[in-house]
């Protein structure tokens, strides 16, 4: 498909710097698929009379690490800066990452991280990892010097927290983003970027969720930074989807199925969880354990075989997520959604307001 059909123009100012505070009082777009078909400007707080008794909400439970890292490249006496931005971690002590600026970094160099004057090679502030691999589009291979825990502490003491490119760019990272850019409920270790349709949910809302009867599963899918990346192809089929790693358990897949047999409504919290389930499910609809990776890529025409509810907030113009939603709801449908969100002054992207999509057909 033309990637062109899936651009839309968007107000700056529409883009939130800062979640809403309390988490659940976000505005909440519900959309229904049909030519004819209204929007309903709710709240997320409405989800409890929105969704019925018997549904499931299905959640990711990844937890963002500070992936981003600042260090210097070493080749000879020569040296200069580099931006690495982890995103997917291929081995105890290794990672697929991209590289800013990536032209000139060569497979061999060293990268340093932290203080130079350090002795060691990993210290209280030193990292050091040599370039194995170099792809496309300023994508490279780490192998650290440590790994496993070891190598897990010092992402953490050095790295940053990586907030998308298009709330960075505004304004530095600060103290209040630690706790903003992860959900309640995150756990696993392991995403670059955070599920942020699930940044919405307060203790409260599940407590309220759990009295009216619907259910609550976990899944894993640690986010890449490929989500941040852009659409630059100008057809759909010439695209490449980042590989993530992902799990559902088999409790997890037993009750879910349980869920579909007793007529509930299988609701994904995020297009993470949405992409994860999809690629767990067979063509008979019957969701299976899953633990691998996955880099499916879903367009208008994908037929879903798993989520009757999605629940996501407001995405890029021309991204692999608008592609998404315009599959699950239908492209037309979700341009009328769109421009009524910007109208009404939702607010769009990680920190935005959210949306509650029924799936088309």
Not at 108 to 113: A, D, P, S, V, Y
Not at 169 to 184: H, M, N, S, V
Request: charged residues 25%; proline residues 5%.
């Amino acid at each position: 498909m033309d990637v062109g059909l899936f651009d839309f123009d968007l107000p700056e100012e529409r883009i939130a710097l800062r979640p809403a505070n309390p988490r659940d009082s976000a505005r909440l777009l519900v959309v229904r698929p049909g030519a004819d078909a209204a929007f309903e400007d709710r709240g997320v707080r409405d989800l409890v009379a929105l969704l019925r008794p018997g549904d499931a909400l299905v959640l990711n439970d990844t937890r963002v690490i500070p992936s981003r890292l600042y260090g210097r490249r070493h080749r000879g006496d020569a040296s200069a800066r580099v931006e690495i931005m982890l995103h997917k971690r291929e081995a105890s002590d290794r990672w697929l990452a991209f590289a800013r600026p990536a032209k000139k970094v060569a497979i061999g160099e060293t990268i340093l991280f932290g203080d130079d004057s350090a002795s060691n090679i990993c210290e209280l502030g030193r990292l050091q990892a040599e370039v194995t691999g170099k792809g496309e589009g300023g994508e490279v291979e780490l192998r650290f010097a440590f790994s496993g825990a070891a190598l897990d502490e010092a992402i953490v003491r050095l790295g940053e927290l990586p907030l998308p490119p298009y709330i960075a760019g505004k304004r530095p990272t600060d103290l209040a983003d630690a706790r903003d850019y992860q959900t309640t409920y995150a756990r696993e270790e392991g995403a670059v970027a955070a599920p942020t349709a699930g940044l919405h949910f307060t203790p409260e809302l599940f407590a309220a969720l759990e009295k009216r009867g619907v259910s609550r599963h976990f899944v894993t899918l640690h986010v890449g930074a490929g989500t941040f990346l852009p659409v630059k192809a100008d057809d759909t089929d010439e695209h490449r989807m980042h590989a993530e790693w992902g799990t559902v358990s088999a409790e997890t897949a037993a009750a879910l199925n349980a869920v579909h047999a007793a007529g509930g409504r299988i609701v994904a919290v995020g297009t993470t969880s949405l992409r994860l389930l999809e690629s767990a499910t067979g063509e008979d609809g019957v969701i299976q354990p899953f633990s691998g990776d996955t880099a499916i890529f879903i367009t208008p025409g994908y037929r879903f075989r798993a989520v009757d509810l999605l629940l996501t907030n407001f995405h890029l113009p021309r991204s692999t997520l608008f592609m998404l939603v315009s599959a699950f709801c239908g492209l037309e449908v979700m341009k009328r959604a769109y421009a009524h969100a910007i109208a009404e002054q939702y607010r769009f992207y990680s920190y935005g307001d959210s949306s509650l999509l029924e799936r088309a057909g």
